[in-house]
């Protein structure tokens, strides 16, 4: 019998035949990703970046769900510490072996922004995404303001940012947000396949051809990464994410027409 998993959600971290891999675990959130597990990815990668025995890394969720998002316990920064969302995402960036991602079920928000920074992504069939930021009174983070109009196209990203709407995994791959779709039966032995692929590469010219891909306009998007950051915790103090927040807990839609900027 397994222990559950603790109440703000755990990651769940193996490591074998070269392979570190990371499992978000905090199922009855659907994965929403909590500050201790933002920390504990963080730890993890940061370790792994510089351990010869860890060639690649696998990511995924628990339960057949990648990742619901933020949850909301992630978002304090105690103490004065750098919040937790930018401490995992500023590690994710600056890693530099080949990260394979999972993804099933759903990836909303951050379970979006940060596959831009994995390089082999396979989603199951019926996989939905979304990047609802800007319908809960914020704006996008992870670099995705920088990246996925060059990914996509300025208005594809503007219907998606904007609008926040669900797309589906075939439309996520024609877009060029992930590497292939398969059904959720083939998803993990895909993505494990691949990982243990990348093992066997020459680790050198790997790591030199993944940081020339990534290396273009590299001051820029860190930039963008921090007044994202920026912008977003200041989104979470405004009367627009109040009244996302307000409608969510009352089951109704959001009235913004009366919040003026």
Known sequence: MTNPAPKNGQIIVDVADGVLTLTMDNVSKKNAISREMYLA??????????????RAVL?????GVFSSGNDVAGFGAPNGEV??????????????KPIVA????????????????????????????RMPFVNLGVVPEAGSSFLVPRLMG?????ELILL???????????????SG???QADVAGAAEDAAAALVKQPMGAMMKSRALMRDVNGDEMDARIEREFKLFYEGLQGPEFAE???AFMEKREPDFSKITV
């Open 154 to 158: 300025a208005a594809k990203a503007a």
């Open 244 to 246: 996302a927040s307000r």
């Open 59 to 63: 990511l995924r969720g628990a339960g």
């Open 181 to 183: 779709v398969l059904p």
């Open 41 to 54: 990815m963080k730890d993890a990668l940061d370790a792994a970046a510089t351990d010869t025995s860890i």
């Open 83 to 96: 919040p937790a969302p930018v401490q995992f995402v500023k590690s994710l960036v600056k890693f530099p």
């Open 102 to 129: 999972q993804v099933e079920g759903l990836a909303v928000g951050i379970g979006v922004t940060m596959l831009l920074h994995c390089d082999i992504i396979y989603a199951a069939d019926d996989t939905k995404f």
């Open 164 to 178: 926040g709407r669900l797309f589906s995994a075939a439309e996520a791959e024609t877009l060029g947000l992930i």
